[in-house]
């Protein structure tokens, strides 16, 4: 297929006129036609004639010409209605373009569609969707991982040539590690988040899905950047990423952390990240044993944190101004604005919100702390295999536990890229975490390339 290329690859063929966009296209809504419906994958397609006739508009020297792409549906679009996978926005449609939008649209990409997801960024699964649960690709009868499901299923299933998820607490990593593809959470405020429907806006972060490394390393040079429409968009320079990618060192120090390899972690996900490790040893890398006593107080307080401000978020659709009535929000939706609401008002903040406040200045001293004996540390990313539609929703903390190595890392603002790391005995496929300093995407990046120039566990796709 056309969609196994890399990005450089379709790139290059569109210049010397190997490869014709048209046909890239076509392709990329064959497989829409395809699995889309079968998968609850995409919530809106665009009308392919459109997107031709765009594609004819477009100058062919732009950086990302005439690229496929899907975004997750919690980012506002003028082409296409913005859900957010909740009736509350079913035919909402936004005046403005979220500015990942923007960028990639004048990077000369092409918007096909908008990706399923749990509704608001409300889970680990995509269950919690008003448009159907989204179904994995390399077994259906199992959950696709959540909350950007859809975008991670679309580039696993060839839908697009790369997507735009979200993360704020997992949400591009633990689906970007079910799917078999590589996704990026970025250094909080690297990419702008304005457009984007806020979950909890102090660790929301607008990231790629990509078949690899190097895909991703493009994508985000184009999508990074300060951005007077967004206060905490930082400042820092932009890399040029892809020329970055073949900079990293080989002789890098990894950090892994025993505390984080115990209870409730599937034992072969944990041989799968001994492997990995390995692997990165025999590149030339070293090995260093570091503490990380965080896994249980992360979660906990992730989960008193993200409640809190998405209980104030979430206030704004009053049924009023835009949108449907407030009993719209699904049971896990309405369970996290209870939450939230309870642990805000008086006599509890102190109790519950501040304290976790404090767990999260803990954490960030603990990592520092970390960083300062390696330059990554390395993490399991989901602690279970793709569970049974229906076992995560019908168990709310089950649901929770699933972002046991996410949670830690977004309380911190770090970058964390996943990539295919192997296979389980059941056929499904695992990730890893690289996790870095603030602003260390382009070393992370480097590190994963080098990988996958030695391993072919990311060229692999569903076979539907
Ligand atoms: N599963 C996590 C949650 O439900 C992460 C969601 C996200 O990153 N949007 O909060």
Not at 241 to 261: Q, S
């Amino acid at each position: 297929m056309l969609l196994d290329k890399s990005i450089l690859e379709l790139l290059t063929g569109y210049k010397n006129k190997s490869i014709d966009p048209v046909d890239v296209i076509n392709e990329a809504y064959g497989q829409i036609d395809k699995y889309s419906s079968k998968l609850n994958t995409l919530i809106t397609v665009r009308d392919k004639q459109e997107v031709l006739d765009f594609l004819k508009t477009l100058d062919s020297s732009l950086p990302l010409y005439g690229l496929p792409y899907i975004l997750k549906d919690s980012y506002a679009t003028t082409e296409l209605r913005t859900t957010c996978a909740s009736k509350i926005l079913d035919n909402y449609l936004s005046p403005y373009d979220a500015t990942v939008h923007k960028k990639l649209k004048e990077a000369g990409a092409i918007l096909i569609g908008k990706g399923n997801q749990d509704a608001w960024g409300h889970g680990a699964s995509t269950e919690n969707s008003d448009y159907g649960m989204g179904k994995n690709p390399w077994d259906p009868t199992r959950v696709v991982g959540g909350s950007s499901g859809g975008p991670a299923a679309a580039v696993a299933t060839r839908m697009c040539a790369f997507a735009i998820g979200e993360d704020t607490g997992g949400s591009i990593r633990n689906p970007a590690a079910w799917n078999n593809i590589s996704g990026l959470r970025v250094t909080y405020g690297r990419v702008s988040r304005y457009g984007c429907v806020a979950y909890a806006s102090s660790m929301d972060t607008v990231g790629p899905f990509g078949k690899t490394a190097a895909d991703l390393a493009i994508i985000l040079k184009v999508i990074a950047g300060p951005d007077v429409y967004d206060g905490t968009s930082a400042p820092h320079e932009v890399p040029d990423y892809n020329l970055e990618l073949t900079k990293t060192p080989n002789k890098l120090k990894i950090g892994i952390a025993p505390e984080m390899f115990g209870a409730g972690l599937d034992q072969e996900i944990s041989n799968n990240a001994q492997d990995f490790a390995s692997k990165l040893a025999e590149l030339g890398h070293q090995l260093i044993d570091i503490s990380l006593p965080v896994a249980e107080i992360s979660d906990a307080a992730y989960y008193i944190l993200a409640p809190s401000e998405t209980s104030s978020n979430l206030g704004r659709y009053d049924g009023i101004r835009y949108g449907n009535t407030r009993d719209l929000f699904t049971q896990e939706s309405m369970r996290r604005i209870m939450v939230g609401t309870y642990e805000l008002s008086s006599g509890y903040y102190d109790a519950f919100y501040r304290k976790a406040l404090k767990i999260r200045t803990l954490l960030i001293k603990t990592f520092q702390k970390a960083f300062e004996q390696c330059d990554v540390i390395l993490l399991p990313e989901n602690p279970i295999m793709p569970p049974k539609l229906g076992d995560l929703i019908s168990d709310p903390l089950a649901n929770m536990l699933a972002d046991l190595y996410n949670t830690p890392v977004s309380l911190i603002g770090s970058p964390s890229l996943v990539i295919p790391s192997g296979f389980h005995k059941n056929g499904l496929p695992i990730g890893v975490q690289l996790v870095g300093k603030k602003f260390s995407e382009s070393l992370l990046l480097g590190l994963g390339h080098q990988y996958q120039q030695v391993t072919e566990w990311h060229t692999r796709s569903p076979q539907l």
